[in-house]
């Protein structure tokens, strides 16, 4: 079973629509990220969440919102959707101190038409 | 914010050549990382260095944490086709306290041919 995961995989939506992105894991960290991954430039960080009471923008968060719902749930919204929101997003979860890598979900392919 | 330059930005290899790879940074890192995305999936950690100066192997893999923390890379010998893929370092700077996060390159384009 996978420790990350992420629905749903694959969604078509239109302008102006509000999608939720959710995000599941059971490997027990307590940081988890979203990111968006462009063609050409690589992983983008949207938001991060250090544990539940902490919420962080990333350094593409405008159009988008996040909920920690609990430990193991972290989503992603956009409010409404445009189209040069079509990427694919991932989430990811770390474990520090000792090893700050993040281990990532299989993706979710987001088209905004 | 931070950048990583990666280079090259693709690479298209016979199948048994070895590869080389590189990311640098303005900044120093006290990690880097390099992951390997396959097609539809995410990205999967392959080695994760802590020391400047660190060399690590993971089977045909070999990467390096430069001396002066800015700089990594990644070699891969004798390639198989099953080494397509993206490939992505990644370095963590701290950031405030103990809360770090990290800063990936634009990722370098594998392509093995038979």
């Known amino acids: 079973d996978a420790d990350v995961t992420q629905t749903p995989r694959n969604r078509i939506t239109k302008t102006g629509k509000r999608i939720m992105l959710e995000c599941s894991q059971t490997?027990?960290?307590?940081?988890m990220y979203w990111y968006r991954q462009d063609p050409g430039l690589g992983l983008r960080l949207i938001y991060y969440?250090?544990?539940?009471?902490?919420?962080n923008k990333g350094e593409i968060s405008d159009g988008y919102s996040v909920s920690r719902q609990a430990q193991a749930k972290f989503s992603l919204s956009l409010e409404s959707a445009i189209p040069n929101q079509t990427a694919l997003y991932f989430c990811?979860?770390?474990?520090?101190?000792?090893?700050?890598?993040?281990?990532f979900g299989p993706g979710t392919r987001l088209t905004v038409l | 914010g931070q950048q990583l330059n990666q280079s090259p930005q693709s690479m298209f290899i016979q199948e048994g050549e070895d590869v080389s790879m590189n990311c640098t940074s303005s900044?120093?890192?006290?990690?880097w990382l390099w992951y390997k995305q396959d097609p539809g999936e995410g990205p999967v950690l392959l080695i994760a260095?802590?020391?400047?100066?660190e060399l690590t192997s993971n089977g045909r893999l070999t990467a390096q944490f430069g001396i002066t923390r800015k700089d990594s890379f990644l070699n891969i010998s004798a390639s198989i086709p099953s080494d397509v893929g993206i490939y992505f370092c990644?370095?963590?700077?701290?950031?405030?306290?103990?809360?770090?996060?990290?800063?990936f390159g634009k990722g370098t384009l594998l392509t093995v041919n038979p």
């Open positions: 900044s120093i890192f006290n990690t």
């Open positions: 969440s250090f544990d539940v009471k902490d919420i």
């Open positions: 990644a370095g963590r700077e701290r950031s405030g306290g103990s809360n770090y996060k990290l800063t």
């Open positions: 990811a979860t770390s474990d520090p101190p000792l090893s700050d890598t993040q281990y």
């Open positions: 260095l802590y020391k400047a100066g």
């Open positions: 490997k027990g960290h307590d940081r």
